[in-house]
C-alpha cells in the first residue's frame, strides 16, 4: 500500500454497525480497523455515503455482501483518495472521487476498486458526488444496455421520487426518452414531473395500465423499468408495446411473478433484469468506462444533478434507514461523515 505524504492515517476508524439484523434502530457507531486494500484498490478517506435500499435490506438480514466484501453497509461514497494498493496509479492519491463500492461506506474509511472511481470535478458538491454511482450504474446498465432504450422511445419507471426513479428521469430526459413514472401521491407526483417526468401517475388513485395506454394511444412504452415485481410483473407485461423490453431491478413486492407466457410470445416480449453487486470486478471497470465516457460528463459540467432529499450526519444513519423505509423521500439521502 501507498500512502499520501503525511497521511496520518489511523489504525481504527468509526463505522456503522449492527449486532443483530433489525429495524433500523439496530444500526451503531462502532469502531473497526481500516480496510486492507487489494494490489488494485484505494483507500478512500470518505467524506458522504450514499444511503440505498439494499443498506436497508442487508440490515434487516435480507441481503447478504457477496463474498470478499466488507460486511459493512453503504454502496457509495465521496471523498479523497488517501493511499493506493500496489498496481494503482499513484497520482491517484490525492483526487477527489465518487466510487461505487460493494459496501463499506457507512465508514470513515472506504476501500474500492479504482477503476469503480470517478473524479469528482471542480464545483461539484461531494454530498452529491455520493449520491451518484449506485444509481448512476444500475439506471444506466439496466435502463440503456439491457433495456437498449433509444432516442424517441419510452419508458415506465415504478418508484419515480425515488434515487433510482430520479436518476431515471434525469438520463431518460437527457438521451430523449418520453418518461412516465409512478408516485403514490399527488405531491410525489408533482416533484417527480419537475424533475422531468413527461407524466406521473398516482398510482392509489388511477390504474396505472389505463392511464399508460391512455398515454400511448393505446401502443404501450418500450421499456418497463421495474423495482417492484410481484403481482405488477403481468400488469407492466401490459404495458409493453409490442417488441418491448421489461427490466427488472427489485422485487419489493415480492420475487414470483405469473405471467402469460403466450402473451410474450404473440408480442416478441423480453424479460430481463440484474442485480449490481454481485458483478464482477471487470464489468463494473467496464461500465465504469462507459458511464465515463457517455454520462459522468453531464453531471461534471453541470447539464444534470441529483435530486437530494436529506443529509444525516453519520451516526443518525438509523434515522436515515427509517426515512427511507417511510417512503418520505424524494431523490438522494446521504450520510455526512467528513463533509467537505
Do not use: T, Y
Given at each position: 500500500m501507498v500512502a499520501g505524504a503525511g497521511s496520518g492515517l489511523p489504525e481504527v476508524?468509526?463505522?456503522?454497525?449492527?449486532?443483530?439484523?433489525?429495524?433500523?434502530?439496530?444500526?451503531?457507531?462502532?469502531?473497526?480497523?481500516?480496510?486492507r486494500l487489494g494490489d488494485e484498490d484505494v483507500l478512500i478517506r470518505v467524506a458522504y455515503a450514499g444511503v440505498n435500499r439494499p443498506d436497508c435490506l442487508q440490515r434487516a438480514g435480507l441481503y447478504p455482501p457477496p463474498p470478499g466484501a466488507s460486511p459493512l453497509l453503504g454502496l457509495e461514497v465521496s471523498g479523497e483518495v488517501v493511499a493506493v494498493g500496489a498496481a494503482v496509479p499513484p497520482e491517484m492519491i490525492g483526487q477527489h472521487v465518487a466510487a461505487l463500492t460493494p459496501g463499506g461506506g457507512y465508514a470513515e474509511y472506504c476501500a474500492a476498486h479504482w477503476r469503480?472511481?470517478?473524479?469528482?470535478?471542480?464545483?461539484?458538491?461531494l454530498s452529491e458526488a455520493a449520491a451518484l454511482p449506485e444509481t448512476l450504474f444500475t439506471v444506466w446498465h439496466n435502463l440503456f444496455e439491457r433495456g437498449m432504450a433509444r432516442d424517441g422511445e419510452s419508458v415506465l419507471v415504478h418508484g419515480g421520487t425515488s434515487g433510482i426513479g430520479t436518476m431515471a428521469i434525469l438520463l431518460g430526459k437527457a438521451f430523449g426518452l418520453e418518461v412516465i413514472v409512478t408516485c403514490g401521491d399527488a405531491a410525489k407526483c408533482a416533484a417527480a414531473q419537475r424533475i422531468g417526468a413527461d407524466l406521473a401517475i398516482n398510482y392509489r388513485e388511477e390504474d396505472f395500465v389505463a392511464a399508460v395506454l391512455a398515454r400511448s394511444g393505446g401502443r404501450g412504452v418500450d421499456i418497463v423499468l421495474d423495482m417492484v415485481s410481484g403481482d405488477y410483473v403481468p400488469r407492466n407485461l401490459k404495458c409493453l408495446a409490442e417488441d418491448g423490453r421489461h427490466v427488472t431491478i427489485a422485487v419489493l413486492g415480492g420475487a414470483r411473478a405469473e405471467i402469460n407466457m403466450a402473451q410474450v410470445m404473440m408480442r416478441r416480449l423480453t424479460l430481463t433484469g440484474s442485480t449490481l453487486r454481485p458483478r464482477s470486478d471487470a464489468f463494473k471497470a467496464a461500465?465504469?468506462?462507459?458511464?465515463?465516457?457517455?454520462?459522468?460528463?453531464?453531471?461534471?459540467?453541470?447539464?444534470?444533478?441529483?435530486?437530494?432529499d436529506m443529509t444525516f450526519p453519520l451516526a443518525e444513519a438509523a434515522a436515515a434507514h427509517a426515512r427511507m423505509e417511510a417512503g418520505a423521500h424524494i431523490g438522494k439521502i446521504v450520510l455526512e461523515v467528513a463533509g467537505g
Open positions: 476508524m468509526q463505522v456503522i454497525g449492527f449486532d443483530a439484523p433489525g429495524g433500523p434502530e439496530v444500526l451503531r457507531l462502532a469502531s473497526a480497523p481500516l480496510p469503480h472511481c470517478l473524479p469528482v470535478p471542480e464545483g461539484m458538491m461500465l465504469a468506462d462507459e458511464i465515463a465516457d457517455n454520462a459522468w460528463p453531464l453531471f461534471a459540467e453541470g447539464e444534470l444533478a441529483p435530486v437530494m
